[in-house]
Every structure is written in structure tokens, then in C-alpha cells.
């Protein structure tokens, strides 16, 4: 199978260049803050009216969603996937763990942008929303996370 | 002096059940015990140390991201069912 043409830089270009309200959350971002980890994915948090506007946008590497952008503000969530993965919420409110209420538009408008290719910035949580994406599914790698990012803030000046 | 021995890469089956043991959902109060578990100084030392060294290594977000492309593929290719796709 012929691997898809996927360039990272121009997939972030892509995003930014169609204005979609997405941030990057999961571990991809905590590798462009500093921290040397492995993942796959690619996990955003978008604004649920801009999903067909994000599809659109990523169409040209071949990424295809599993849901109807209907069908995803349904469920919450979907993702694009050819041989690269994408992992979209699109909830406008999510609950964490412990029933902490994080609106995205909250989070929007807390965002902080980081530069990931020349010219390029995405949009990333502050580091105290970081945290709380961290807490929405609550597995054991997303503790390690946050027992991290809590150790990278304590560095942070007051 | 004999080769040293060489590495077998884990079955498909323990691979999966090591993803479903570190993808498993916490409580609240299994989560709240792992994240505020007491942190050695040496932890500190080691997470605050691999942040420096990442940082330096890779100055600009876009080198780390590239970096970890790359080792994420390198990692995959020994292990069986890495590019596996999970249900959402």
C-alpha cells in the first residue's frame, strides 16, 4: 500500500489556514512543549461548527472521517485516519473525572499558540486547561501527564 | 565472547493486552491516588532533566515534533500491531 502523503507542517499550515477554532491537546502538543514522548495520534479539540471546515481542510492528505460532521457532534467525538490518525473532540463541554465542567469555548479563549512550523502556530491549551483535558479519560498515561505538566509549571515563575 | 542475545518482539496478543492494561479508564479516586502520589526528588530531577535535554537537543517545537515522527516509526516498526487502529 502506497503510504499517504502526509508532511506535518503542511497539515498544521492546513489547519491554521482554514481558521477552524481547533487546539491541540494530547500528547503531540506535550512533544512541541518539551516533553520527549512517543505517540500516533493526532489529538485536537475543535469547535463543534467547524468541523466540516477542519475535514476540508485536512481532505488533502487523505484523511477521511468516521463520522458526518451530525453524527459527531452527536456522539462527541470522531476521527480522521489513513495511515496517520487523528483523534477530533468536538463536545462543546466535557466533564473530567471528577465532574470538573471545561467548556471548550472556555478553553478557546484561554489558548496559547505555539510556533510548529516556520510561520505556523497552533493553538494549545494554557497549561491548567493542559491538565484538565488530561482528566477527561483519566487513564494511567494521562496521570503520568500530569504529574509532568505539574512538575513543568512548578518551574514556572509566579 | 558469545553474540549477545537477540531481541523477540512481544506477540500481537500481549501487545494488545498491554494496551488495554494502559488504556484502561481510572476512577476518580484511582486517578486522584496516581496523580498525587509523592514525587522523589529524582523524579522531579529525571522529568525536568528529559525536558532540558529534549529542549536542547530540539530548540524549536518543529524539530521535536519531527524527532518524535521519527522515533514513533523507528519504535513501531518492532513492535507487532503498533499502527493498529483503536475503536474510538
Known amino acids: 500500500m502506497e503510504p499517504s502523503r502526509f508532511e506535518e507542517g503542511e497539515f498544521f499550515a492546513a489547519i491554521t489556514t482554514s481558521a477552524t477554532r481547533a487546539i491541540l491537546i494530547g500528547r503531540r502538543a506535550l512533544i512541541a512543549l518539551g516533553f520527549p514522548l512517543l505517540t500516533r495520534d493526532y489529538d485536537f479539540w475543535i469547535h463543534g461548527d467547524d468541523i466540516a471546515a477542519f475535514n476540508k481542510a485536512v481532505a488533502i492528505f487523505e484523511l477521511f472521517p468516521s463520522r458526518s460532521p451530525d453524527e459527531a457532534r452527536s456522539a462527541g467525538r470522531y476521527f480522521l485516519e489513513n495511515d496517520e490518525k487523528v483523534d477530533v473532540l468536538v463536545a462543546r463541554v466535557v466533564f473530567t473525572v471528577d465532574r470538573v465542567r471545561v467548556a471548550f469555548d472556555d478553553v478557546w479563549a484561554r489558548r496559547r499558540m505555539i510556533e510548529v512550523s516556520r510561520g505556523i502556530e497552533v493553538a494549545i491549551p494554557s497549561l491548567d486547561d493542559f491538565i484538565l483535558t488530561k482528566r477527561f479519560v483519566a487513564r494511567p498515561k494521562d496521570a503520568e501527564d500530569i504529574r509532568m505538566l505539574e512538575t513543568l509549571r512548578s518551574q514556572e515563575p509566579k | ?88
Open chain 2, 1 to 88: 565472547m558469545s553474540a549477545p542475545p537477540r531481541w523477540n518482539p512481544p506477540s500481537p496478543e500481549v501487545v494488545e493486552r498491554i494496551r488495554r492494561f494502559t488504556e484502561r479508564r481510572l476512577s476518580a479516586e484511582e486517578f486522584d491516588a496516581y496523580v498525587h502520589a509523592p514525587m522523589s526528588e529524582a523524579e522531579r530531577r529525571e522529568i525536568l532533566e528529559s525536558v532540558a535535554w529534549f529542549k536542547k537537543r530540539y530548540p524549536t517545537p518543529e524539530a521535536r515534533l519531527a524527532a518524535a515522527r521519527r522515533a514513533y516509526k523507528q519504535w513501531a516498526q518492532g513492535i507487532p500491531g503498533a499502527h493498529q487502529s483503536r475503536k474510538e
